[in-house]
């Protein structure tokens, strides 16, 4: 059922799964049914029911279905988060349930890689074009002297361009290259030749068109089946992909390509806990099968690989105003899109882009950008 927000919100039902949304509520800043920006809107009487019975997945899936709105969930979600609900908004059923598939199941396995570019990536170029901006960068943008996307985005390309030290004639490998961003500019700006890698067929033919002309080459292809030498490293928001139980050999196979004087640039959204799980609902709509990495999956994995961690830079804060950016675009150019695409993803995308700014907004999420070589004689001195 799908409730039509133009008739106003209902009025609370008095029952016992209301009382305890309300209970759990208190002292968060966010009320039902009240004025400011980040109250919940609520236009279903189901909606208690279904988000304490489903979690994070009830509460997703219930705004989708048009049970409830919010005129700032990016708000609303950051004060529940500073508020303590992230933990308590999984169900004990999905968070066993995560569990017992990561342990018994490699979620990420090469037979698996390409869920994600097939569910979301291959989504549709013309979503993405609209959302990003003209680098195509889908991931955080580096806000430190930028005043817009745009700007953010050509400054945290060319941060990961100084941290590697490019030099004219260098290879450089692109882990996860998406549409091309990174290999476009390093190859224009630094004079390098980029191999750039992605699972997203979506994405590999129009990373193809913004390269041509350019010493690009793109490939359809999982990590795991790379060959070479390569004097240095990038991977840009594909860690997320990897899976712990591929974190071994995702470093084991950068140590193998990497040239004995090289550097790696690992740049990937962080968790704050080593806790093997994910939101059900980003698992279920936006990115399957992905799970975030903490501090310590990347360092005991890194260590066994024996890479030498040379700098490591945290500006997850910068991860808000990106997403806020993403949102204002795809709200801007929706209409130009709308007749290919139903109203159930645009709220999807919505929902999407705006809890994960509330996520790190709230400190809850991390963005990191990780240098690694394989023990370089001299001094690393990072660029900032």
């Not at 490699?106 to 901006?133: C, P, T, W």
């Not at 949102?327 to 209409?335: G, P, Q, V, Y």
């Not at 159930?344 to 907004?361: E, W």
Request: hydrophobic content about 35%; glycine content about 8%; overall charge negative.
């Amino acid at each position: 059922m799908t409730s039509d927000s133009r008739i106003g919100p209902i009025a609370l039902p008095d029952t016992r799964a209301r009382r305890v949304v309300e209970k759990l509520l208190e002292g968060s800043g966010v009320a039902l049914n009240g004025d400011a920006p980040q109250d919940l809107q609520i236009f279903h009487p189901d909606f208690f029911s279904r988000a304490l019975h489903q979690g994070t997945l009830g509460l997703g899936e219930a705004y989708m279905d048009g049970w409830w709105e919010c005129e700032r969930i990016d708000e609303m979600a950051c004060r529940l988060l500073r508020h303590g609900l992230g933990e308590r908004a999984h169900t004990r059923s999905e968070r066993l349930m995560y569990r017992l598939q990561s342990g018994f199941f490699n979620l990420q396995s090469k037979a698996r890689a390409y869920i994600v570019g097939e569910a979301h990536y291959d989504l549709g170029n013309d979503l993405f074009e609209r959302m990003l901006d003209p680098t195509m960068c889908y991931s955080c943008g580096y806000w430190k002297e930028a005043d817009t996307l745009h700007e953010a985005q050509r400054a945290k390309l060319e941060l990961a361009c100084r941290k590697l030290d490019l030099a004219p004639g260098m290879k450089v490998l692109d882990i996860g290259c998406g549409w091309g961003s990174f290999a476009e500019h390093a190859a224009r700006h630094h004079g390098v030749e980029v191999t750039g890698i992605t699972i997203s067929r979506e994405q590999a033919e129009l990373a193809r068109r913004r390269c041509a002309g350019l010493p690009v080459e793109i490939r359809l292809q999982d990590y795991r089946d790379l060959e070479g030498h390569y004097d240095r490293i990038v991977s840009i928001g594909m860690f997320e992909h990897v899976g712990h139980r591929n974190y071994p050999a995702y470093f084991h196979t950068v140590e193998r390509l990497l040239d004995e004087d090289g550097l790696f640039l690992l740049h990937t959204i962080g968790s704050n806990s080593s806790e093997v799980s994910a939101d059900p609902w980003i698992n279920k709509y936006i990115f399957p099968n992905g799970v975030l990495p903490s501090v310590m999956h990347i360092a005991r994995a890194s260590e066994g690989a024996h890479l030498l961690m040379e700098d490591w830079q945290n500006f997850g804060p910068d991860y808000d105003p990106t997403l806020m950016a993403w949102l204002e675009n795809f709200d801007a150019h929706w209409h130009e899109i709308a007749h290919r695409y139903n109203e159930r993803t645009r709220r999807m995308f919505r929902y999407y882009l705006s809890v994960c700014a509330g996520a790190f907004r709230s400190r809850d999420l991390q963005l990191w950008q990780v240098v690694f070589s394989r023990g370089r004689r001299g001094r690393y001195d990072a660029p900032r």
